[in-house]
């Protein structure tokens, strides 16, 4: 008789994830901007004995152009470990890889030979469209119960955007996630309270408001995302929402707080119009309600206006634009990235009402165009952009593009593509001189998100302290 056993990489607490072996492969987005070649899926090797160590070792083309690759994620991980998860034997094997543009999703099987994932389903747009009403799918989070998926569109391209759920084991859409959405119509990234019964939502904006770039107008009129939506996960309806005010533009990616009895999280917020500052909250409870508070404040750096690119050049200064955020499974450290200014800066976070400064390196940036030591010559475009933590706390991988619209305005003379490694410890961040894939190692294509082998800081979630 087969003995059915959780998969090894799944951890019923975040305690046990952060002593999990280290990761040998990462696994990173890469789209091409012009659409005219296929996205991909790069693998790299993590393993510092290896002789390949910070190599490209495997690349999976996808078979349609046009997708833009972004965010994606696994089909199944911790939480699968959870009292009143339906399906405990399913196994970390899957990538799930939304389309940005294209409104398709692929599913990627990387269980027989993790270095050359197999593209196994696509899920046409219109499958998404017809059974759970969304286009531009966006995040991918594994479920006790299915596999979420955010989408900043509705089926007829703009709003209201949502979440829709995938099937554990057919992958196909199940439908919409929302029973009741109250006034949520903007959509981006969402994360969840499990033992509480809480998800929580952010806002960025519909298809029309980023697709070809940040629009003046809307972001001075204050029209992009501002609130974050609190929801009662099991009956699936809208509670709360808590307006951070108008002039903090685009509160982005959610972080809370890995240990499952802590009803508290992180979100970054990509700019103030009135200052340009960058911005980091905490959201929390207040009594019975959900209450959202500032603890980090990222000012901007003046500049040379002849050294901006035009969207710039009137306010004659560098935005940090915080537009990652990621959390160390540990709950201790908190990874800040400033794709604007070419900064990542981490905070001790260990009261996360009083975040303190404990660490920062500069890598590319606006006007710094910081080089990497391994190529002291080269001047680098973008900054440190996604952001993901190994389980154990110790690494933590930087990829350089933010969105392929949203890179040519900040970045017009080109954003290249790099990855780089840094070493995180008590005594501050350093960079790894061994490894930085950039420039052709990426076959010319942009690098987003990345993935490591075995699941990471953001990819999992916990129902035991």
Known sequence: MALWRPDPSFYASPRDAAGAPPETLAYVAAFDRSATRPDAIAVLDTDPESGSFGQVVGWTDLPYTGDELHHFGWNACSSALCPTAPHPHVERRYLIVPGLRSSRVYVLDTKDDPRAPAVTKVLQPEELATRAGYSRPHTVHCGPDGIYLSALGGAAGDGPGGIAVLDHTTFDVRGAWEADRGPQYLAYDFWWHLTQDVLVTSEWGTPSMIEDGIVP??????????ALHFWDLRRRRHVQRVDLGDQYQMPLELRPAHDPTRQYGFVGVVVSVADLSASVWVWHRSGDEWAVTKVIDIPAEPADPALLPPALQPFGAVPPLVTDIDLSVDDRWLYVSCWGTGELKRYDVSDPFHPVEAGSVHLGGIVRRTPHPSFPDERLAGGPQMVEVSRDGRRVYVTNSLYGAWDDQFYP???????????????????????????????GLRVHQTRLQGGDASSDSYCFP
């Open 413 to 443: 003379d080109g954003v290249g593509a790099w990855q780089a490694l840094l070493h995180s410890s008590g005594d501050g961040l350093t960079l790894d001189d061994r490894y930085f894939p950039h420039g052709d190692d990426f076959r």
């Open 217 to 226: 107008e809307l972001l001075l009129g204050r029209q992009y995302g501002h």
